[in-house]
């Protein structure tokens, strides 16, 4: 229960900053903490399985595992940046 | 068709938020209401699983907790076997509970090392505790890999296992690759025992309850798979009487079901529950480890369950160790079945306690029926009788310090509703006293 409240906080983000930005997500770079109790494949897995059949389908997820367990956000998951790919209608 | 690109830099925080709640309503009396909300997904699953393969029950439900997944996994499969008449042979029985104690390991050192030991040495979370304690935090990440090899060895993975199905398991690897880990295990099995040491000598609140404690049970060994369900006030029924026995009751407050005993009401399980009960078949060396450090069972403290989760690890990594010098190939990876019209049950020992799987197929194999119930709805309404028993010497505490209070007592309990309590919403409510 611990990643669907993490994911679904995740795909919230992004769902709002995609409907600001009126563009269409292509790609999102997270950061994992060293301390975050999930691994990457574990986390694109629920990011996946939560996006299936949505808007944010297929979206490239890039994750940067972090090992410094005294990094100060070691516990959680950083959205780093997001791609968006100009959608101009066509 | 693809237009230019551009990348806005964002530096948003995902964290676990706004899914635990406590509600307190209290006067200058007292406190008369303590109400834990957490939110369940086992209840999500029920749902999700009806008109599956009877086949895919195993992999579906170990998606409902990153934390226990091998728990889901076991109580489906062995619920699925019982429906079907398949008993499992002794090399994969022993398979099983390899793949079990690296879930113990695994589960029990995230929950004594990030959310338990922070706690007791006064520090918000794991990684301001990292700063002056390195070590801790070291060491169990060093054991928790232990667990993480056994789970990855036989469930495929490390994370939502895949190497496991109905009857067995779909590969069985090779003897030298369980040879291999031998070292790794030794060297855990040390810093278990400093971990141990060490947890005991933490500073403990004093909170003695009164508990009916329930397990699975058996005679010869310590429980994981199998086992009767038996308390310590004379329970002792087999497991297809689970549900004759537990009621599982709506409350308003919360999106979790009420476990309770009929006729008794609120009951405990997990680590502790399984050490007062099973203390006998724990191995030798962890019982004198035990009792030079004064911690025989009896344990009825919950603060000090962090210690019994240390002893369990020490004994899985025994256990561990005897399952892979014992090990025998099994004949066939998995006993074959034919789907038919049936209902069975089962219930393991996740390591946050007694998990109860019960399904229904039709003659397709396909799922009719399913109940789940986790050990977090068992134990929740012992949670709110402790934080009852434990709040009105503290009511006059500043709302902060207060908090810190109740996600510790309910931190006691279960890793996995404690990521979702890591941010408590605390809701106090103050009575005006009533003039009659
Ligand atoms: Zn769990």
Sequence with gaps: MHEQSLISNLIEKIQQLADNEGARVVGAKLRLGALAHISAPHLREHFEQATFGTSLEGLQLEIEELTDIHHAEAQDIILENLQFEASDGQ | ?436
Excluded at chain 2, 149 to 162: D, F, K, M, S, Y
Excluded at chain 2, 179 to 185: D, F, G, H, K, V
Excluded at chain 2, 188 to 216: D, I, K, N
């Design chain 2, 1 to 436: 068709m693809a237009g230019k690109s551009k990348t806005i830099k964002v530096d948003y925080l995902a964290r676990v938020e706004g899914e635990g709640a406590l509600y307190i309503r209290y006067d200058d009396h007292g406190v008369h209401e303590v109400q834990l909300k957490i939110f369940e997904p086992p209840r999500f699953f029920e749902a999700f699983l009806r008109g599956r393969d009877y086949t895919e029950a195993p992999d579906i439900t170990a998606r409902i907790c990153g934390i226990c997944p091998v728990a889901y996994q076991m109580s489906a499969l062995h619920a699925m076997e019982n429906a079907l008449g398949l008993v499992p042979t002794e090399p994969l029985r022993n398979l099983r509970r390899l793949l079990y104690c690296g879930e113990w390991i695994e589960s029990h050192m995230l929950h004594i090392s990030m959310l338990h030991a922070p706690d007791f040495l006064g520090y918000p979370n794991a990684v301001a505790m990292a700063k002056d304690h390195p070590e801790v935090v070291q060491r169990a990440l060093e054991i928790k890999k232990t667990g993480n090899a056994l789970v990855r060895l036989l469930g495929g993975r490390e994370v939502h296992p895949i190497n496991v199905r109905v009857g067995g398991f779909y590969r069985v690897p090779g003897l030298e690759s369980f040879q291999a880990l031998r070292p790794q295990l030794l060297e855990a099995h040390t810093l278990a025992e400093l971990m141990t040491r060490w947890a005991a000598g933490l500073p403990f609140p004093h909170c003695e309850q009164s508990y009916e404690c329930v397990a699975l049970s058996n005679p010869s060994e310590y429980p994981m798979n199998e086992g009767r369900i038996v308390s310590n006030r004379g329970l002792d029924i087999s497991v297809k009487d689970y549900e004759k026995h537990f009621r599982e009751q709506q409350v308003p407050h919360s999106t979790a079901l009420h476990s309770l005993l009929i006729e008794r009401g609120a009951y405990l399980v997990g680590p502790m529950a399984r050490y007062n009960l099973s203390y006998p078949q724990l191995s030798g060396e962890v019982r004198s480890l035990a009792e030079a450090l004064g911690f025989r069972a009896p344990c009825n403290n919950p603060f000090k369950s962090i210690v019994v989760r240390c002893l369990e690890v020490l004994y899985a990594l025994e256990e561990a160790l005897r399952l892979i010098d014992t090990f025998q190939p099994p004949d066939e990876p998995y006993l074959a079945v034919e789907p038919r019209e049936a209902s069975g049950c089962a219930a393991t020992e996740a390591p946050r306690g007694l998990l109860y799987h019960r399904y229904a197929m039709n003659e397709q194999g396909k799922i009719t029926f399913a109940k789940i119930v986790a050990p977090t709805s068992q134990n929740q309404k012992t949670i709110e009788d402790d934080l009852r028993l434990m709040l009105p010497k503290f009511m006059h505490l500043p709302e902060q310090q207060l908090q810190g209070l109740c996600e510790r007592a309910i931190r006691n309990y279960d890793p996995c509703i404690s990521c979702s309590t890591h941010f408590l919403q605390l809701h106090l409510q103050h009575e005006p006293k009533r003039i009659s």
